[in-house]
Protein backbone atom coordinates (compact mmCIF):
# COMPACT_ATOMS: atom_id res chain seq x y z
CA UNK A 1 0.00 0.00 0.00
CA UNK A 2 1.26 3.57 -0.80
CA UNK A 3 0.51 6.44 1.62
CA UNK A 4 -1.90 7.58 -0.55
CA UNK A 5 -4.51 5.11 -0.37
CA UNK A 6 -4.80 5.17 3.35
CA UNK A 7 -8.06 5.50 4.90
CA UNK A 8 -9.47 5.58 7.82
CA UNK A 9 -10.37 1.99 8.36
CA UNK A 10 -6.43 1.43 8.71
CA UNK A 11 -6.33 2.92 11.65
CA UNK A 12 -8.52 0.64 13.25
CA UNK A 13 -6.23 -1.14 15.41
CA UNK A 14 -4.81 2.03 16.80
CA UNK A 15 -5.40 2.80 20.77
CA UNK A 16 -8.36 5.40 21.01
CA UNK A 17 -6.63 8.62 20.85
CA UNK A 18 -4.12 7.42 18.39
CA UNK A 19 -6.96 6.81 16.00
CA UNK A 20 -8.39 9.97 16.45
CA UNK A 21 -4.71 11.35 16.05
CA UNK A 22 -4.42 9.61 13.00
CA UNK A 23 -7.84 10.14 11.13
CA UNK A 24 -7.96 13.55 12.00
CA UNK A 25 -4.77 14.44 10.35
CA UNK A 26 -5.14 11.43 7.27
CA UNK A 27 -4.88 14.23 4.66
CA UNK A 28 -1.28 15.27 5.63
CA UNK A 29 -0.32 11.48 6.58
CA UNK A 30 -1.27 10.90 2.56
CA UNK A 31 1.07 13.30 1.47
CA UNK A 32 3.82 11.98 3.52
CA UNK A 33 6.66 9.77 2.00
CA UNK A 34 7.06 6.16 3.06
CA UNK A 35 10.54 6.51 3.75
CA UNK A 36 9.11 9.05 6.68
CA UNK A 37 5.24 8.00 7.21
CA UNK A 38 5.59 4.95 9.46
CA UNK A 39 8.24 6.69 11.32
CA UNK A 40 5.65 9.59 12.39
CA UNK A 41 2.93 6.47 12.71
CA UNK A 42 5.45 4.78 15.11
CA UNK A 43 5.15 7.71 17.76
CA UNK A 44 1.06 8.16 16.88
CA UNK A 45 0.25 4.27 17.91
CA UNK A 46 2.17 4.90 21.15
CA UNK A 47 0.11 8.63 21.61
CA UNK A 48 -2.14 7.03 24.54
CA UNK A 49 0.95 5.70 26.77
CA UNK A 50 2.92 8.95 26.07
CA UNK A 51 3.68 11.92 28.78
CA UNK A 52 1.84 15.01 28.43
CA UNK A 53 5.03 16.79 27.08
CA UNK A 54 5.27 13.73 24.66
CA UNK A 55 2.09 14.33 23.29
CA UNK A 56 2.44 17.86 22.61
CA UNK A 57 5.45 17.57 20.84
CA UNK A 58 3.28 15.16 18.20
CA UNK A 59 0.65 17.46 18.56
CA UNK A 60 2.84 20.27 17.33
CA UNK A 61 4.16 17.96 14.74
CA UNK A 62 1.01 17.06 13.72
CA UNK A 63 0.26 21.05 13.07
CA UNK A 64 3.51 21.97 11.46
CA UNK A 65 2.32 19.72 8.77
CA UNK A 66 -1.36 20.39 8.95
CA UNK A 67 -0.59 24.02 8.39
CA UNK A 68 1.76 23.62 5.23
CA UNK A 69 0.23 24.46 1.78
CA UNK A 70 0.41 20.85 -0.34
CA UNK A 71 3.32 22.00 -2.57
CA UNK A 72 5.67 23.39 1.14
CA UNK A 73 4.61 19.55 2.46
CA UNK A 74 6.02 18.34 -1.07
CA UNK A 75 9.15 20.60 -0.78
CA UNK A 76 9.59 19.82 2.91
CA UNK A 77 9.41 15.93 2.27
CA UNK A 78 11.40 16.07 -1.02
CA UNK A 79 14.36 14.52 0.59
CA UNK A 80 12.45 11.55 2.06
CA UNK A 81 10.73 11.24 -1.11
CA UNK A 82 14.16 10.78 -2.96
CA UNK A 83 15.17 7.67 -1.30
CA UNK A 84 14.81 4.19 -2.52
CA UNK A 85 13.35 1.68 -0.90
CA UNK A 86 12.96 -1.80 -1.77
CA UNK A 87 9.82 -4.15 -2.50
CA UNK A 88 9.32 -5.93 0.01
CA UNK A 89 10.15 -2.39 2.52
CA UNK A 90 7.22 -1.00 0.48
CA UNK A 91 5.19 -4.12 0.83
CA UNK A 92 5.06 -5.14 4.47
CA UNK A 93 2.01 -3.84 6.93
CA UNK A 94 3.70 -0.44 7.83
CA UNK A 95 0.90 0.97 9.57
CA UNK A 96 0.43 -1.66 12.03
CA UNK A 97 4.09 -2.48 11.98
CA UNK A 98 5.93 0.85 12.21
CA UNK A 99 8.48 -0.22 14.44
CA UNK A 100 9.80 -3.21 12.50
CA UNK A 101 9.68 -0.91 9.49
CA UNK A 102 11.53 1.25 11.26
CA UNK A 103 13.84 -1.54 11.98
CA UNK A 104 14.26 -2.71 8.52
CA UNK A 105 14.36 0.57 6.96
CA UNK A 106 17.30 1.32 9.27
CA UNK A 107 18.76 -1.57 7.90
CA UNK A 108 18.62 -0.90 3.86
CA UNK A 109 20.02 2.40 4.46
CA UNK A 110 23.06 1.55 5.69
CA UNK A 111 23.20 -1.26 3.41
CA UNK A 112 22.42 0.94 0.41
CA UNK A 113 24.46 3.58 1.28
CA UNK A 114 21.38 6.20 1.58
CA UNK A 115 21.67 6.45 5.83
CA UNK A 116 23.28 10.08 5.27
CA UNK A 117 20.98 11.61 2.70
CA UNK A 118 18.20 10.44 5.69
CA UNK A 119 20.22 11.92 8.14
CA UNK A 120 20.84 15.13 6.71
CA UNK A 121 16.93 15.03 5.64
CA UNK A 122 16.03 14.25 9.39
CA UNK A 123 18.15 17.16 10.44
CA UNK A 124 16.69 19.55 8.24
CA UNK A 125 13.24 18.53 9.18
CA UNK A 126 13.22 18.68 12.83
CA UNK A 127 14.75 21.82 12.56
CA UNK A 128 12.24 23.56 10.69
CA UNK A 129 9.54 21.78 13.18
CA UNK A 130 11.65 24.07 16.13
CA UNK A 131 11.53 27.05 14.24
CA UNK A 132 7.58 26.82 13.61
CA UNK A 133 7.46 25.64 16.93
CA UNK A 134 7.77 28.68 19.89
CA UNK A 135 10.03 27.32 22.62
CA UNK A 136 7.72 27.26 25.72
CA UNK A 137 9.03 28.87 28.56
CA UNK A 138 9.37 26.48 32.12
CA UNK A 139 6.83 26.87 34.25
CA UNK A 140 9.70 27.24 37.12
CA UNK A 141 13.69 27.34 37.32
CA UNK A 142 15.11 24.05 37.76
CA UNK A 143 17.88 23.43 40.32
CA UNK A 144 19.96 20.06 40.75
CA UNK A 145 21.91 19.28 43.60
CA UNK A 146 24.39 16.64 44.39
CA UNK A 147 25.04 14.87 47.83
CA UNK A 148 28.74 13.46 47.94
CA UNK A 149 28.88 11.69 51.38
CA UNK A 150 31.16 13.09 54.02
CA UNK A 151 34.60 12.11 54.18
CA UNK A 152 35.16 10.98 50.57
CA UNK A 153 38.40 12.02 49.73
CA UNK A 154 39.48 10.14 47.26
CA UNK A 155 37.47 7.96 44.71
CA UNK A 156 38.88 5.87 41.31
CA UNK A 157 35.54 6.57 40.03
CA UNK A 158 34.28 8.66 37.08
CA UNK A 159 30.96 9.70 38.43
CA UNK A 160 30.43 13.38 38.10
CA UNK A 161 33.54 13.60 35.83
CA UNK A 162 31.90 16.42 33.29
CA UNK A 163 30.44 18.26 36.20
CA UNK A 164 34.13 18.84 37.58
CA UNK A 165 34.90 22.09 35.12
CA UNK A 166 31.38 23.54 36.89
CA UNK A 167 31.11 22.75 40.78
CA UNK A 168 34.20 23.46 43.36
CA UNK A 169 33.87 21.25 45.79
CA UNK A 170 35.27 21.95 49.16
CA UNK A 171 35.78 20.16 52.47
CA UNK A 172 34.35 21.23 55.19
Known amino acids: MRPGELTAANFAHYPPQAQQLATTHLSVLKQIPLSMLPLLLRETIAYDWKFPVERRDLDNQYRYLSAMPPDNLRAAMAAFAQLKLSPDLEQMDWVNKPGEFSERLTALL ?49 LFRKLRPMVHFSPT
Request: charged share 15%.
Open 110 to 158: WATHQIDAFRSASIAYVHKLNEASPAEKLPASRLAIVVVGQGVAETQLA
